[in-house]
């Protein structure tokens, strides 16, 4: 579990980033890299979406804190 939290918290700061990006600059950076509408840009917006999911999930039954030890 501590493993799939850090990945699911990276990929969620990942996808923030991109948000704040594209708040500030106008820039989406994963349509920049991937294209637009392209396969993989819909696969990475669904992972950031089921990474907040995960981590949602993990706070609610971690007693309040996402466990990053065993």
């Known amino acids: ?3 799939a939290n850090i990945v ?3 990929i969620v700061l990942i996808g923030a980033i991109n948000w704040g990006l594209i708040g500030i600059f106008n820039l989406n950076l ?3 890299i991937f ?3 392209s396969v993989v840009t819909t696969i990475v ?3 950031v979406f089921l990474s907040a999911i995960w981590l949602i999930i993990a706070l609610c039954t971690e007693r309040g804190r996402i466990s990053f030890r065993r």
């Open 1 to 3: 579990m501590v493993i």
């Open 8 to 10: 699911a918290l990276i």
């Open 35 to 37: 294209g637009v509408a």
């Open 30 to 32: 994963v349509t920049t």
């Open 45 to 47: 917006y669904i992972l």
